[in-house]
Structures are given as C-alpha cells and as structure tokens.
C-alpha cells in the first residue's frame, strides 16, 4: 500500500508540475449547465491529479481486498484438504511402521583372470597391486623401475 501511495503521490507532483509551468494558458469549459471562463492550466492539473489519487488507492484497496479475499479462500481449502487427509490416515490399519531391510546388492561375481605370463618376483610382486603407483612421466629412470616415485625403499626379496 505504501509503495502504491507514493507512486500516486510523485505521478501527481508531476501532472501538479507541469501544470504550474503552464500556468499562463487559460480556456473556457462549456458544459450543459454553465460556463466556466478562463480557467487556468494549474487548476486543470491539480484537479486531474486530485482524481488520479483518489482512484489510485481506490484501486489499490480493492486489489488488496480481493487478495485477502482469494487467500482466505485458498486457506479454507488447505485446511479442508489437511481435515480429509488425517481422516484417510486414521482409517488405515494400525500396524507397526516397520522399516523395510535393506536390500543387498548381489555380490559380484569374480570373473577368471585370463592366463598371462606369471610376474617375475622382485619388488614389485611384493606390494599389492592395488597399492602400486604409476611413475610420473618425468621421473627419473631408476624410480619408474622401481614403480615408486621415490617416497620410499622396498626391500628386495633377495
């Protein structure tokens, strides 16, 4: 309602304005039951944003009204619907709400190693293989064969 008041407001302070500046036009209103002569353009716009204001927040209450209006109407439904939805839950058997198991995904099935020459022994047959490290690209020669960048020694078999 505020920020409709003022806009009203400095739309009339404008219509107002532009009135004054041309203040020094004058002209007759004919009308079936009489004559006004000379009135100026002042008049003429204070009057006209008279009557912007007054229909303004006439229009802004009745928009608010049927704002109000549609909410309560939508908050009789809600609540209409909330009454019918505790009804249909009380209807329901009373069995205990048990928490279904949780499945278990099938286990994977190990799939046969494919027959491969079997890995020479040395230090890297001792380290899993799940734990072997790539060699940066840029490691020096010595600790690409080593698998290991040169964090730490693997002691041979030997």
């Given at each position: 309602?505020?920020?409709?008041?003022?806009?009203?407001?400095?739309?009339?302070?404008?219509?107002?304005?532009?009135?004054?500046?041309?203040?020094?036009?004058?002209?007759?209103?004919?009308?079936?039951?009489?004559?006004?002569?000379?009135?100026?353009?002042?008049?003429?716009?204070?009057?006209?944003?008279?009557?912007?204001?007054?229909?303004?927040?006439?229009?802004?209450?009745?928009?608010?009204?049927?704002?109000?209006?549609?909410?309560?109407?939508?908050?009789?439904?809600?609540?209409?619907?909330?009454?019918?939805?505790?009804?249909?839950?009380?209807?329901?058997?009373?069995?205990?709400?048990?928490?279904?198991?949780?499945?278990?995904?099938?286990?994977?099935?190990?799939?046969?190693?494919?027959?491969?020459?079997?890995?020479?022994?040395?230090?890297?047959?001792?380290?899993?293989?799940?734990?072997?490290?790539?060699?940066?690209?840029?490691?020096?020669p010595d600790e690409a064969q080593s698998g290991l960048a040169g964090t730490e020694e693997v002691p041979s078999?030997?």
């Open positions: 309602m505020r920020n409709a008041l003022i806009l009203l407001v400095v739309v009339a302070l404008i219509i107002v304005a532009l009135g004054a500046a041309n203040s020094s036009i004058t002209f007759d209103f004919d009308l079936v039951f009489g004559t006004w002569s000379a009135v100026s353009l002042l008049w003429v716009a204070v009057v006209a944003a008279g009557v912007l204001v007054v229909v303004g927040l006439v229009a802004v209450w009745l928009s608010r009204a049927d704002a109000s209006r549609a909410r309560r109407k939508l908050e009789a439904e809600l609540q209409t619907t909330y009454e019918r939805l505790r009804a249909a839950e009380a209807r329901l058997p009373e069995e205990p709400q048990e928490a279904p198991e949780p499945q278990k995904a099938p286990e994977p099935q190990e799939a046969p190693e494919p027959q491969e020459a079997p890995e020479p022994a040395g230090p890297q047959a001792a380290a899993p293989a799940a734990e072997a490290e790539e060699p940066p690209a840029d490691a020096a078999a030997g």
